[in-house]
């Protein structure tokens, strides 16, 4: 069980990367480091999920309350999975899709995307 968050600045948006498992015992350190930025005044925060190697439903919960959270607060969140992430290459994309969630994200192939205002997020 191992999990690192580094945050960085990108333009107005605040990425967040994700590396390791994404799981029960790990996904309280995202909602706090989510919940951190938030509360720094950061609104628009990117979840780069490119280094995650296996999610399962408490990763996916806490992608779901970031959501809920920055949209109450008038926010975005956007999700990063890799290029092999928009079929079916990617372990998150498949755990997103099968709990028929992937549609609620805007999801980007890299972070230089994501923080990119003109460009468009891909297709679920």
């Known amino acids: 069980m191992s999990l690192s968050v580094d945050e960085a600045a990108q333009g107005r948006w605040t990425v967040l990367r994700i590396a390791g498992e994404l799981d029960l015992m790990t996904s309280p350190e995202v909602r706090r480091r989510v919940h951190e930025a938030v509360a720094d005044g950061h609104r ?62 805007e999801v980007f192939p890299d972070a230089e995307a994501a923080a990119d205002d003109e460009a468009q997020p891909l297709s679920a």
Not at 47 to 68: E, H, K, N, T
């Open 44 to 105: 628009e925060i990117v979840v780069d999920l490119s280094d995650v190697y296996f999610c399962d439903s408490s990763g996916v919960g806490v992608l779901i309350a970031s959501r809920r959270l920055l949209h109450s607060c008038r926010g975005a969140l956007r999700v990063v999975l890799p290029e092999s992430g928009a079929t079916e290459g990617s372990h998150v994309n498949r755990v997103l899709a099968a709990l028929g969630v992937r549609r609620l994200f």
